[in-house]
Nanobody
Framework: QLQLVESGGDLAQPGESLTLSCAVS????????IAWFRQASGKEREGVSC????????TYGDFVKGRFTISGDNAKNTVFLQMNNLEPEDTAVYYC????????????????WGQGTQVTVSS
């Protein structure tokens, strides 16, 4: 059974950094695309970043602007999202999701989702 568990969400001040983790189990980690999405209150869920093909493919949302870095640890079956220079607009629940195949930010192609982790950026 596919399972994804996010962690690392916290309260941060503008300009600070956070690292989110997505622990995956139940499927061949290196044969899936793992994506981070986020959903702010009252807004639609949007794609943040995605990694596939054992890290050879990485995709970022336009709003990331070089601030976030996605990486994977095959030995730990975990995907990380390093978020630097956080802005209040980054406040959202962050979800990781998995699909077999290439990266995409189209939510309908992701059948497996984690429960989410809250990131709040405020002074």
């Amino acid at each position: 059974q596919l399972q994804l568990v996010e962690s690392g969400g916290d309260l941060a001040q503008p300009g600070e950094s956070l690292t989110l983790s997505c622990a995956v189990s139940g499927f061949p980690f290196n044969k899936y695309a793992i994506a981070w999405f986020r959903q702010a209150s009252g807004k639609e869920r949007e794609g943040v970043s995605c990694i596939a093909y054992s890290g050879y493919s990485k995709t970022y949302g336009d709003f990331v602007k070089g601030r976030f870095t996605i990486s994977g640890d095959n030995a730990k079956n975990t995907v990380f999202l390093q978020m630097n220079n956080l802005e209040p607009e980054d406040t959202a629940v962050y979800y990781c999701a998995a699909r077999s195949g290439a990266c995409t930010f189209s939510r309908q192609y992701f059948a497996s989702w984690g429960q989410g982790t809250q990131v709040t950026v405020s002074s």
